[in-house]
Structures are given as structure tokens and as C-alpha cells.
């Protein structure tokens, strides 16, 4: 018998022990660039709502799935601590700014109305990782996933058609997670300013056109030579506060992506943002002349392979999972189904005056132009999560 675990994200325009969300953020630059691999470069993924899912599971897993979990994930090996630290964790990057981010995650467990799950893994994941459960029968498979997605948007996430019939086939059990985030920039763009440019591959060569957005104020921003790249952030919500940001990462012309990557697989994310924040304290933030698409993007992907090249593989195999902890019947996850949106646009909160215009006698403007292959993370900044990354190569009008 199979499980399915499913997430789906969307993005629309506290304390925490730095060693656990260290774990999250390194399984994210990992997850990025194998799922990347598989959508030739060009996707969404939401790293955090998949880790959250993932540990989740970690607590029904026994033997050398536990093992493969917990060494894929980064976690440690103790329950207390997964949850604890998980805990811990999920608070600090959910507590958003009250008008200027909304940040929801959840997760749903639906079971088969004849499947019998053990009641401390019931327990667990309601007590301890809030999940919404909900015993359904599976067939017919079209009425199992009409009332599936009534339960998620009615119970937490109003989002649509999570769940597809399909997804119920030969099923005993579907762990779901959803993640949604909406943020506008404490800098908005000016719809007014946007207008039709080229955008090119990492050759130089024009491979189509896109509305790119512009603006000029002061942002903080890097050269980083180590990555080959620069590195620019645009902070969501309210003045000052600056709790979750996007990370805009360009390479330098004639660098490739994958190779920037590469090397941001090894240079830690808290050395780019420490780097970022040293440079703005010595030099204060950079006058940037900002060229973005606007864009949208949407993934679904199969993550098993990128997974699978984590060392993720014994959950997926009929004859080796083990998930003991959840039940005595013999199961296995047959997908690990990713749904992803994202929409970047010129909408935001009215911007400081004082923040545009503060160091524009410094220097002259730097000119950030991604009208080539850029990578792109959004993070909450105290725990350095990752909760949205991509990569943006086609070109498309939006």
C-alpha cells in the first residue's frame, strides 16, 4: 500500500537556536538545485514547506528510512529535539507582520476510512506539528478529492484544487502541505515605469522579451566575488522592520547559474547575508538602479529523483520503507508531489522617503539588471529560512 505526500505553494506579491534553522536552510540549497536539474532551470519550489512535511514524517519512519530522513534533512536524531527545534523553528518564520506579510503553512493528513494509523503518531502530528486530520473514503477517487480540498480551504488555506483524483489511486494515506506567503515590497515598484525588454541566455544571445519593472533607491547590496555573482535584497513589509526579504542572486556576465550555484551550495547563505549587512554598516545601503521582470511561475514536480540524489531512497521503495510508527500494515510514499506558484509584480506599501534618498550623494547608482538567468530566494531573515527559491531563465511577458 502507498502514502502520497503532496505540498503546494504559492507566493503573491521570535527566537529560534541558530544550529536547527541552519538545518533547514542548507536542505534548501540542496533541494533547489536537483529539482532545478529537473525543470532545466527554470522553477518555484518552496524548500520550507517541504521540509516541514519531510519532518513530519521522520516521526512515523523507523529503521533506515528514519536514518535516511534524518541525515536528508539535517536533523538530529532525538524526537524531543526534531520537535522542539521544529517547533521553535516554525514560529519564528510564521510570525509575520500584521498588513504588510501573510504567511500561513499547514499540514493534512487524510487516511482511508478502513486505514488504522497508530494513535501516538496521530498525537504527534496534531499536537505537535498542527496538522488537520480528517478520515475520508478514498473511493470514489473524484469525491475523496472534492472533499479533500473542501477540508484545506476551509480548514486553514484557502487555496484550490490541492488534491487531484488521481492522487488517491491505490492510496491508504495522503500527507499534504500547504504553504502560502503574499508580501509587498517596503519599496513598491512603478507600474508606470514598467516597459518591454530583452531578456537574454547566459551565451548573450536574446531568447525573448519581458516587462521588466524599474526603480531606483537604496537597497542593500553586494558584489560577491566568491559566488561569482551580485547580490541585491529587496525587503517585504514595513519601514525598519525588514523581517522577510527577497533575494534577487545575478551572475556575473558570462557565469552560468549552475555555476553560481555551486558555489552557494558551499559559501553558507549566512555569509552572503552576513556580508550584505557588514557592507551596509561600513558603506550604508547602495543607490540601485533595479531591473526586474515581472514574472510568474509555476512548478509541478515529482520530487523523488532530486530526493533520491540527496539520499532520500529507501521511502520509496515497496520493499524497504519502513514506517512502523504510523501503522502495521506495509506502506510506502509512491510521490512526492510539488505544486508551486509564484508571482513577483510592481505592487508594494508606499516607500520611506528618507530610505531612497539617504546616500544619494555617495556614489553613482550601481545598475542591477536581470535580463539574463538569476536566482532568486525569499527568506525570513532572523532564522535565515528559506520559505520560497527559484530560478528565472525563460522569458515570458506576465
Known sequence: MKIILILFGLFSTGY???EFSDR??????????????????????????????LTAVTLGATGSSRDQLVRTLILPKKKENIINGYQSLTSAVLKSEAGAVELKNRNYLFGDSDFLIKSDFIKDIRNKFKAILTKLNFKPKETAAKLANEVIKKKGVAVSNVLQPDDFENSRMILTNVITFKGFWQSPFNASLTNVAPFYDENNNQIGEVNMMNQEGSFSYSSFENIEGSVLELPYGVDEINKYSFLAILPYKGVKVSSVYKKLSKVNLKDVMLKLQTDNDLYGTTEVVVNLPRFKISTNVILNRPLNKMGLVDIFDPSSANFNAITNSEIFVSS??????????ET?????????????DRMMPVNFNANRPFIY?????????????GIYSKPSKF
Open 24 to 53: 533547514a536552510r542548507n536542505f534548501s540549497i540542496e533541494l533547489l538545485y536537483y529539482t532545478a536539474e529537473e525543470t532545466n532551470w527554470h522553477t518555484v519550489i518552496s524548500p520550507f514547506g517541504v521540509w516541514s512535511l
Open 348 to 360: 508594494g506599501t508606499i516607500a520611506s522617503a528618507s530610505t531612497s534618498s539617504q546616500f544619494s
Open 16 to 18: 529560534c537556536k541558530v
Open 377 to 389: 530566494l525569499i527568506l525570513e531573515k532572523s532564522t535565515n529560512t528559506v520559505i520560497f527559491s
Open 336 to 345: 512526492i508531489v510539488h505544486k508551486a506558484d509564484i508571482e513577483v509584480t
